[in-house]
């Protein structure tokens, strides 16, 4: 019989907990692989806080770091010094690299036999293009991970006291993009028209007077409250609230600068009645 006792096994009462082994997995391995590997990390909405722990564990361990725009300086400064760190970030109309490059760059440098970590701001598999970038990878016998993020939709609203859901007031929320391609509404408007629901708009800056125009003309009531957050869960966070037919007036106003978040539904009057003043972080 074992001569152990249960508390060196780490079983028995006042036992010490076994030490915390942290794993790489889910990951999607080729055995035909290079030794390289890549990790499709979400950086989340900008508050270096939130992001995860695994997150956390591979920015700091990374040798190349491939970074996304919207990834704020303080998450940045968590990349070590050792580290190549490459900016692909993409702008309207002007993408420092085209996807099919990234995607190509991220299969060259795991062969090469690196650690490779995309970082992309909130969540990789939402509006983040990550599904583009593991099929490539895939397709490569690349090894990949996907480490999700907080995505803007939530981390933005928490930190500007917008519920997206509500009993009373929304039971369904609907992530779109506001990114319209080539400046066209070819959006089922009439869908997002519904009661009891939220409607959460990436990238809708430029596209706001659209988005407003079309919701109404679907059958949205003008008066429906909408918010736009800019630069969300940062210090340079700025909420700005109004209806369909004011809030292009008080974005213009208020010079808000992207990136922003779009909110629209009944849970934006909550703010007001909460009269929120919390939310935002302490770096």
Known sequence: MND??????????????????????????????????VALV???????????????????????????????????????DSA??????????????????????????????????????GDPFIFGRGGEEIETLAGAGVRFQVVPGITAASGCAAYAGIPLTHRDHAQSVRFVTGHLKNNTCD????????????????MGLVGLPIICEQLIKHGMAPDMPIALISKGTTREQQVVTGNLETIVQRVHEEAVQAPTLVIVGQVVALRDRLDWVGGLPIF
Not at 51 to 57: E, P, V
Not at 113 to 118: E, I, K, L, P, Q
């Open 4 to 37: 152990k006792s249960e508390q060196e096994l780490g079983t028995g009462v006042g036992a010490r907990p076994a030490p915390v082994r942290y794993r790489t997995n889910p990951i999607t391995s080729n055995p035909n692989s290079s030794a390289g590997e």
């Open 42 to 80: 979400g950086a989340g909405p900008g508050d270096p806080e939130l992001l995860t722990l695994k997150a956390w564990r591979l920015i700091t361990s990374a040798e190349i770091v491939l970074y996304d725009r919207l990834v704020s300086p303080e998450i940045l400064a968590l990349i070590p």
């Open 84 to 121: 190549e760190k490459i900016h692909v970030g993409k702008q309207r109309a002007n993408h420092t690299l085209p996807q099919d490059q990234i995607n190509q760059r991220l299969v060259d440098l795991a062969k090469q036999g690196f650690r490779v970590v995309r970082l992309k701001g």
């Open 187 to 202: 959006l089922p408007w009439k869908d997002y028209v519904q009661t009891n629901h939220t409607l959460v708009f990436y």
